[in-house]
């Protein structure tokens, strides 16, 4: 018998939904959103961010780790 796969629901971009055009380095707790627990950054398949948000997302991510907001690694 074949197995039924259920249809999963189309993962929208974040930024367009809540009309967020640019993505500040210094908004911390909305980048963290963004990161994995190792401090790794979310692919855009993860996440549903368009690749536009998330060239800017992966932009500010790099800017508030070199500033220390955010760090490399949680471990």
Do not use: W
């Amino acid at each position: 018998m074949a197995r039924r796969r259920g249809h999963k629901r189309r993962k929208v971009c974040y930024f367009t939904v809540n009309k967020i055009d640019y993505i500040d380095y210094k908004d911390v707790d909305l980048l963290r959103k963004f990161i994995s627990e190792r401090g790794k950054i979310l692919p855009r398949r993860v996440t549903g961010t368009s690749s536009k948000y998330q060239r800017q997302l992966t932009r500010a991510i790099k800017r508030a780790r070199q500033m220390a907001l955010l760090p490399y690694t949680n471990d």
